[in-house]
């Protein structure tokens, strides 16, 4: 490692097969904690290239606990994180809202890194126990359209580092790995990122592995679409520019968003959202990203459709009945 990092010093990029390999040494512990931090560091410093990303990815997708749930074509709704935000859980309540209006979804999350509150956090703080049971995981899907698959369960090398990104406290390349090793593999993805030229990178990086997709990024420096300024989509066959009033809404200010000091916090916001008893910022952020979730998996669909989709699951009372279905099914393990 040693000679790897003075080589990354001296901004030298890795190969393929060169950052595959290291990826796998970090998850046989052949690394010392100051030595990974440092290669985090690195990344802090420069951009990730397409090879390096490519063989960090292909090592985690060697590594995995694989989940066949390909019956079901889900999505995945997730962002990089590390944008310095702390946004309440915008994904995490998105998912639950596509699946309310009966879309399939697979969420892959994490405990929060460089935030207050991650999907991990808000899903114990209402009790679920995470598994990697298949069975488990599929009984969930036919009930209420959603399994959570809970990282760190997936997948040694996010486990093993897991304590190092939590005591650093920054954004990392695991940042901008995680959406991209999901272990079922989903057939459409949205995802957040953090500046212009993530967006760039992972639109090749799926296009790549033929994924339908859309990447979302806020030019103010959301990794989600927070209404709070212009957002730019890319999807397979274009890249557009909105602002926030071409959906019909109003802007909305950071600290309308934000996520709060704790994940009791955090929590609650997520409740007031699922609960239609959110402000009118928080609640169409959530819409907003919905929307656009729905209209990967059905590009037929004018936005203003997946819009109306999006605010009657939630304003009905199906996301909310969704999300009560899933804690049912997964707040104890029998």
Request: aromatic residues 8%; contains cysteine; charged residues 20%.
């Amino acid at each position: 490692m040693k000679d790897i990092l003075y080589r990354l010093f001296e901004h030298q990029y890795l190969g393929r097969d060169e950052a595959r390999t290291i990826l796998q040494n970090i998850a046989e512990g052949k690394y010392n904690d100051s030595q990974i931090a440092s290669l985090i560091t690195v990344y802090l410093m420069r951009n990730i290239s397409v090879e390096e990303l490519a063989g960090f990815r292909e090592a985690l997708l060697e590594m995995r606990v694989p989940v066949d749930l390909s019956e079901f074509k889900p999505i995945d709704i997730v962002g990089t994180g590390g944008d310095g935000k702390n946004t309440f859980n915008i994904s995490t309540a998105s998912c639950f809202v596509v699946a309310g209006a009966g879309y399939n979804v697979v969420k892959h999350g994490n405990y929060g890194a460089t935030s207050v509150s991650g999907a991990s956090n808000v899903m114990e703080q209402h009790g679920v126990k995470f598994t990697a049971d298949i069975d488990r995981l599929r009984r969930s899907m036919e009930s209420c359209h959603i399994a959570y698959l809970h990282a760190p369960l997936f997948n040694p090398t996010l486990k093993a580092v897991a304590p190092i990104r939590k005591s650093l406290g920054v954004r990392s390349f695991f940042n901008m790995l995680g959406p991209l090793v999901n272990p079922v593999m989903p057939t459409y993805q949205l995802l957040g990122v953090y500046n212009l030229p993530l967006l760039r990178l992972y639109s090749y990086t799926y296009q790549e592995s033929g994924t339908r997709f859309a990447v979302v990024h806020s030019l103010d420096g959301y990794d989600e679409i927070s209404l709070t300024a212009e957002f730019k989509v890319a999807m397979p066959e274009k890249e557009k520019l909105y602002t926030p009033e071409m959906l019909g809404f109003s802007r909305t200010t950071e600290a309308e968003l934000d996520g709060g000091e704790t994940v009791a916090e955090a929590a609650r916001i997520f409740d007031d959202v699922l609960n239609n008893r959110a402000t009118p910022a928080q609640k169409n952020c959530v819409i907003a990203n919905s929307a656009f979730a729905i209209q990967v998996i059905c590009p037929e669909k004018r936005i203003s459709e997946c819009l109306e989709e999006a605010q009657e699951a939630l304003e009905s009372g199906k996301a909310l009945q969704t999300f009560n279905t899933f804690i049912s099914l997964n707040d104890k393990l029998q």
